[in-house]
């Protein structure tokens, strides 16, 4: 791990080339559906007052997201990032995710029934308490801005996406290593009823703990080419 800063100050200036590539950053509030997203990719996101203090300087990046990473699944990233925005939580792990940290936040312990699976004959809408929560999960991920990396191969676990989400993810991730741009001390993650979330520093679980393959960045480059290709740049 004595490479991690070095290989994150390398993963933010990918990050800002890839920026410039999306024509700027991208918000969940007012993303539509027929904009050019590609069919498949990676999603990184950021948030208001979250900085790198040790890899340079600039926002920090605090969500990793893909898509369709089994097999029998065909989602787009466009109904990833929709199912995000507006979806339901038992259907996004990141809505669930915020909505534990804002239910703390307001020092609420309803609706109790977020985060679990519902018991077998037990009433399947919403009730009021979820649908307010619901709201102001949207509203918060609303006012992320993220970016996309093209990234069309086909679903499975064996994909360029996996491999680019699951290395992402351990190379930013600060769970049980010393911390590297840490988050805010306000950062609304530390309200989040999951440790790893808490721990990491960022609004994931998975691969939070695993090691980090710095290869994912050559083949991030790569599919970059592709997009200026595609682009005519």
């Given at each position: 791990?004595?490479?991690?800063?070095?290989?994150?100050?390398?993963?933010?200036?990918?990050?800002?080339?890839?920026?410039?590539?999306?024509?700027?950053?991208?918000r969940l509030a007012s993303a539509k559906p027929d904009f050019s997203w590609p069919q498949r990719g990676?999603?990184?996101?950021?948030?208001?007052?979250?900085?790198?203090?040790?890899?340079?300087?600039?926002a920090r990046i605090v969500r990793v997201s893909t898509h369709a990473l089994k097999p029998e699944l065909n989602s787009t990233l466009w109904e990833r990032l929709s199912a995000d925005a507006t979806g339901s939580h038992r259907v996004s792990v990141f809505r669930t995710l915020i909505g534990l940290s804002l239910r703390d936040l307001t020092g609420n312990t309803e609706p109790q029934s977020w985060g679990r699976e519902r018991a077998p004959g037990e009433e399947a809408a919403p009730d009021k308490a979820e649908l307010a929560l619901e709201s102001a999960v949207s509203l918060y991920i609303g006012?992320?801005?993220?970016?996309?990396?093209?990234?069309?191969?086909?679903?499975?676990?064996?994909?360029?996406?996996?491999?680019i989400e699951r290395n992402s993810i351990a190379l930013l991730s600060n769970y049980a290593r010393p911390p590297i741009d840490p988050p805010s001390a306000t950062w609304l993650g530390k309200r989040c009823g999951?440790?790893?979330?808490?721990?990491?520093?960022?609004?994931?679980?998975?691969?939070?703990?695993?090691?980090?393959?710095?290869?994912?960045?050559?083949?991030?480059?790569s599919l970059m080419q592709d997009m200026r290709a595609a682009a005519g740049m």
């Open positions: 791990m004595k490479k991690r800063p070095a290989d994150l100050m390398r993963f933010y200036r990918l990050m800002e080339d890839l920026q410039a590539l999306n024509g700027g950053l991208h990676v999603a990184w996101f950021y948030e208001k007052g979250e900085s790198r203090s040790e890899s340079g300087s600039g006012q992320m801005p993220f970016v996309v990396l093209a990234v069309d191969d086909e679903p499975g676990p064996r994909s360029a996406r996996a491999f999951r440790e790893k979330v808490r721990q990491s520093g960022i609004w994931n679980t998975g691969h939070v703990d695993a090691a980090y393959d710095p290869s994912f960045m050559e083949t991030m480059k």
